[in-house]
């Protein structure tokens, strides 16, 4: 099993590949946008300050595999530019 978890400031706005630039109020913002743009899924975090937390849990065969499901997020977010 694979358990990888991150905390981060959230993005005041992200710049697509085309241009378009869409900004983001707190956290929970660029948490809905994530899932409706990415398909990745975040906890948004906003108590203190404007945040997300990134968590990915899975079953891996090896080391090979769990660098598969990690590229594949950064694949998934390769394409947009984040400004914090």
Known sequence: M???DSY????KA???A???RVEFENGEALSQWLIREKLISTVP?????????F??????????????VIN????????VKFEF
Not at 8 to 11: E, Q, T, Y
């Open 8 to 11: 981060m400031s959230a993005a």
């Open 2 to 4: 694979c358990i990888r």
């Open 18 to 20: 085309d241009g378009e």
């Open 72 to 79: 594949e997020i950064a694949s998934r977010l390769g394409d």
């Open 45 to 53: 975090w906003d108590d203190a300050e404007p945040a997300i937390r």
């Open 14 to 16: 992200a710049v697509k």
């Open 55 to 68: 968590s990915v849990t899975f079953a891996a065969k090896d080391v090979a595999d769990e660098d598969r």
